[in-house]
């Protein structure tokens, strides 16, 4: 489990996987992107992903499908 801002995350994933964890077996929160929690505002979307809808706990497989913008 990865917890903390996402520019952590984004340097600790590569990290896990040159260990040799499976992205399928690691996972992290994104719920610092979410603000209403009903998918209304929009303000937690990755791509196609809501954080609060579809979240906030993500295996860092479905992390790497999403846009870098996270």
């Keep these: 489990i990865v917890c903390g801002p996402p520019i952590m995350i984004k340097f600790t994933l590569p990290v896990l996987e040159k260990l040799g964890f499976k992205q399928e077996k690691v996972y ?22 809501y ?10 497989e479905e992390i790497s499908k999403m846009p870098d913008e996270f």
Excluded: Q, W, Y
Aim: with cysteine; aromatic share 4%.
């Design 28 to 49: 992290t929160t994104l719920e610092s992107r979410m603000k209403c929690g009903l998918g209304k505002c929009g303000r937690c979307n990755i791509g196609c992903t």
């Design 51 to 60: 954080v609060c809808k579809d979240g906030p706990v993500f295996t860092a």
